[in-house]
């Protein structure tokens, strides 16, 4: 059983939007801190945003007031809200959960379980 399922990549031209989904199945949101991270073709994964049950954000220098991570708690599902996409956003996006509060957010080792990741494609 996959722990976490992300949805809603797709392709969109530039200066487009998409919002992604992440889901889990053995894991309640508001417990912990969740990410956000991004893997350009060719390039290591990076942290793109996350979310903590205080109500901590935190998002990259590149996509700071671009994109806004929430999480439904009822729902137990995460997002990630695109707006104003350029071709750098291209690659798959992978949602994480932490076990516990996380120290460096945009630390892969951080976290402990990973979706198989989204892809979003951005062109001209």
């Known amino acids: 059983q996959v722990p976490l399922v992300e949805s809603g990549g797709d392709s969109v031209q530039t200066g487009g939007s998409l919002t992604l989904s992440c889901t889990p199945s053995?894991?309640?949101?508001?417990?912990?801190?969740q990410a956000w991270f991004h893997q350009a073709p060719g390039k290591e994964r990076q942290g793109v945003a996350n979310?903590?049950?205080?109500?901590?954000?935190n998002y990259a220098d590149s996509v700071k007031g671009r994109f806004t991570i929430s999480r439904d708690n009822v729902k137990n599902i995460l997002f990630l809200q695109m707006n104003s996409l350029n071709s750098d956003d291209t690659g798959v996006y992978y949602c994480?959960?932490?076990?516990?509060?996380?120290?460096?957010?945009?630390?892969?080792?951080?976290?402990?379980?990973w979706g198989q990741g989204t892809q979003v494609t951005v062109s001209s």
């Open positions: 053995r894991w309640t949101w508001s417990n912990y801190c």
């Open positions: 979310i903590c049950s205080d109500g901590t954000k």
């Open positions: 994480a959960t932490g076990a516990s509060g996380v120290e460096f957010w945009d630390d892969m080792g951080e976290y402990v379980d």
